[in-house]
Nanobody
Framework: QVQLVELGGGLVQAGDSLTLSCETS????????MGWFRQSPGNEREFVAA???????AYADSVKGRFTVSRDYTNNTIYLQMDNLKREDTGIYYC?????????????????WGQGTQVTVSS
């Protein structure tokens, strides 16, 4: 079993920056792709960003150029740096680990989910 614990959510104003972190533990392996999804009220859970063990990244069009995903192998942690936040970025952000080592964007490819952390952006 793998545990994913997100930290860093909160209430910010539009234009602010926020960094989320996700600590992994348990029977994890660095070769699996890690990433972030989010869900806002009334909407489907959607892909935000992903990073492979080689450091290749993918982003949703809505966050490209504003969000940066990274990972630290020394402490099994991934990060999501969010800049120039917008109201539409509000939601619960989930850390994920996929079933494989390639870039993935589909919920069907996710094997483990964190419990989520709330991000609220006010205007």
């Amino acid at each position: 079993q793998v545990q994913l614990v997100e930290l860093g959510g909160g209430l910010v104003q539009a234009g602010d920056s926020l960094t989320l972190s996700c600590e992994t533990s348990g029977r994890t392996h660095i070769s699996y792709t890690m990433g972030w999804f989010r869900q806002s009220p009334g909407n489907e859970r959607e892909f935000v960003a992903a990073i492979t063990w080689r450091g290749n990244t993918a982003y949703a069009d809505s966050v490209k150029g504003r969000f940066t995903v990274s990972r630290d192998y020394t402490n099994n942690t991934i990060y999501l740096q969010m800049d120039n936040l917008k109201r539409e970025d509000t939601g619960i952000y989930y850390c994920t680990q996929s079933r494989n080592s390639v870039l993935v964007r589909s919920k069907a490819d996710i094997r483990y989910w964190g419990q989520g952390t709330q991000v609220t952006v006010s205007s």
